[in-house]
């Protein structure tokens, strides 16, 4: 999950490992001295758990195993009796260690299994949008140059055709290229595939049917400005509004 975080995804996955470990097991040395100085010889193995699921759930197999074994290690050298060395621990010390170990590798197994689906149904999820993106310009694609097709088609017909119908034709060439405008607009408006920004593509709409309206016969377009008071798209109102 930390692979992404700036200059530390550029560190070596171990290095990575080992940097997340440590910080957790700081987290768990800091809650214990705190602990200690409250209510002191209580709780010897409680703040480890928190410890190595937060290394498990950032770093993977590799911070947690080593915050287990680091973890460990401490209550060992530092909890349980004799302190401040690694001799070997009276019978039941030893079985409370060897417990809180293993319950600790099945904890930090749980939490790696959910970070790993995790990180998969991330992939997936990402991996079907930009497929329904590229399908989705794909699309607009083929569509825009099926309209452009036919206005060539219309404009051709109209360079052969009888002036009064050769006009026609060109305004329905004109028709068809800005319908085809709008196909590349609503690529362009579109931030995700299930999102559009309708202030945008609608402006845009407005401006190419401007543009591409026969002379004489130029619609009054317009929108009522929005509630934080931004103009509308059209340049010509009409008086009775």
């Not at 009888?162 to 026609?168: I, K, L, S």
């Amino acid at each position: 999950m930390v692979e992404g975080w700036g200059p530390f995804s550029k560190l070596p996955s171990i290095i990575r490992s080992i940097i997340i470990a440590f910080a957790a097991i700081g987290f768990a040395i800091v809650g214990r001295l705190v602990i200690q100085s409250i209510v002191p010889g209580v709780v010897p193995y409680a703040l480890t758990y928190p410890a190595i699921i937060l290394a498990g759930l950032l770093g993977g197999w590799e911070a947690g195993l080593i915050s287990v074994a680091g973890c460990e290690l401490l209550i060992w050298y530092f909890v349980l009796p004799p302190t401040r060395t690694f001799t070997p621990l009276a019978l039941s010390d030893a079985v409370s260690l060897a417990v809180s170990t293993i319950s600790q590798l099945i904890a930090l197994a749980v939490v790696v299994k959910y970070r790993e689906a995790s990180e998969r149904a991330h992939r997936d999820e990402a991996a079907r949008a930009e497929f329904f993106r590229l399908a989705l310009n794909e699309m607009d694609h083929r569509t825009k140059n099926n309209f452009l097709i036919a206005a060539s088609l219309l404009t051709a017909q109209a360079s052969q055709a009888q002036p009064e119908v050769a006009g026609e034709l060109k305004n329905a060439a004109a028709r068809l290229m800005s319908i085809a405008g709008t196909y590349s607009q609503l690529s362009r408006s579109s931030q995700s595939i299930s999102e559009v920004r309708l202030d945008d593509y609608l402006g845009e709409i407005c401006a190419i049917a401007r543009r591409t309206a026969s002379r004489g016969h130029r619609p009054d377009i317009f929108r009522r400005p929005d509630a934080d008071g931004r103009p509308p798209c059209g340049e010509h109102r009409p008086d009775h509004e």
